[in-house]
């Protein structure tokens, strides 16, 4: 940490370009922990940053040591960004009635903000109960991730863990993860996060250097749903299509599935995998809950049937309860409602007339999903769903 109490009580911070000499005269001094009040010894070695740190492993609830060089960096920079920015940030604040310490502060447009630049991994269940601390005290945590913890697979597409999602902002139309990078001070972010499925991910990346960025860039509300990933979607839903029999488990319920309604993966309808809105709060792969669905509830109806809504959300939610169907945690995005997909997909199987709208929750078969009898039919059927796709993407 870069702020501890003096001997007289007063919060300090260590100086950012502090001379030798005085850091010398800093060092006679002593200083004591703002959380646990156990006193801190100033560590100030020839490479890292001069920072405070508790004497022994305590027990300190507000602390995360050993702090990396990257961390106090970014802290840093982030704080002084902040300044230049003439938003004033707080560095390392103890807050008693949390009994939490934000790495920095700021408070903008009557809203305060915990900024968190997270380097080293913690688990799921201290990173929720963080966010849920600030979120019961009115402050909004911004979670910041190492941008050298994140894993680039090819230009547009990202390998995200499962602890890598819950650093998600924004909203459920336009999900996006900052990451940050002290050395080359430059903030990226991806957006909008488009998952395939529960770790592939397809994303723009813009790359943004403090020194011509604006904070306000952190507290975006973005709500329009936007598909960009056309040929990457398209590309991987062939390779799932391939390869996806290959590691699945003899156990795994949604192979079970198939093969007892006399579908083959590889050949299963194109219809079925589609990216729509709201997809995000699904962890499992739309392959997977959109084939859900269709066995659920379309396979087996004749052309003219008709199909209550309800009945589709009582099916998908009992995948949910079965754990078939998961639903991704996203502590920082609200307003989450895993129907949302289920509609927007409805509305998409509409559009490509397979169903059509029967009056107010009802719906009625329009045409039967083809289900491919050679692979050249299944070529055919498959360009012309993502011609169709395309088209209403450029709408
Ligand atoms: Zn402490």
Redesign the pocket.
């Known amino acids: 940490m870069l702020t501890a109490r003096d001997v007289q009580g007063k919060i300090i911070t260590i100086p950012e370009n502090i001379p030798k000499e005085r850091l010398v005269e800093w060092q006679t001094n002593q200083y004591y ?1 703002p ?2 009040t ?1 006193e801190l010894i100033l560590k100030a070695g020839q490479i890292k940053i001069p920072h405070f740190a ?1 004497k022994k492993t ?1 027990a ?1 609830t ?2 995360s040591e050993p702090e990396s060089e990257y961390h106090l960096l970014g802290k840093r920079k982030l704080f002084q960004w902040f300044v230049n920015n003439h938003i004033e940030p707080e560095m390392e604040p103890y807050l008693p009635e949390i009994r939490k310490r934000p790495d920095i502060l700021i408070y903008y447009k009557e809203q305060s903000y915990a900024i968190e630049f997270q380097c080293s991994p913690i688990s799921e269940e201290v990173f929720l109960s963080r966010t849920k601390s600030y979120q019961g005290a009115g402050i909004k945590p911004i979670w910041i991730l190492a941008e050298k913890r994140i894993k680039r697979k090819k230009t547009r597409k990202y390998s995200l863990s499962a602890f890598q999602w819950l650093f998600a902002m924004n909203t459920v139309q336009s999900p996006m993860i900052f990451t940050f990078c002290p050395d080359k001070q430059k903030l990226y972010m991806l957006e909008p996060l488009t998952p395939f499925s529960p770790r592939t991910t397809f994303s723009q990346l813009a790359v943004l250097p403090l020194s011509n960025t604006l904070p306000q860039i952190l507290f975006s509300t973005n709500k329009t749903w936007k598909f960009h990933f056309t040929e990457e979607w398209r590309a991987q839903r062939k390779s799932w299509a391939i390869h996806s029999v290959k590691t699945a488990k003899q156990s795994n319920p949604f192979f079970n599935g198939l093969y007892k309604n006399g579908l083959s993966p590889a050949w299963i309808p194109s219809e079925i995998g589609l990216p729509v809105e709201g997809m995000v709060m699904i962890e499992t792969s739309a392959v997977e809950w959109q084939g859900w669905i269709f066995m659920d509830c379309l396979q087996n109806k004749k052309i003219g049937s008709r199909i209550y809504r309800s009945q589709i959300y009582h099916s998908f939610q009992r995948r949910i309860s079965n754990g078939q169907i998961r639903l991704r945690t996203l502590p920082m995005i609200s307003a989450k409602n895993p129907f949302l997909a289920v509609d927007a997909y409805l509305t998409l199987l509409v559009k490509l007339e397979i169903l059509e709208f029967g009056g107010k929750g009802i719906y009625l078969i329009k045409n039967k999903l083809n289900l491919p009898t050679s692979s050249v039919e299944y070529v055919q059927l498959e360009s012309s769903i993502y011609s169709k796709l395309s088209e209403m993407i450029l709408l």
């Open positions: 922990c959380c646990c156990a508790h305590s300190c507000a602390s």
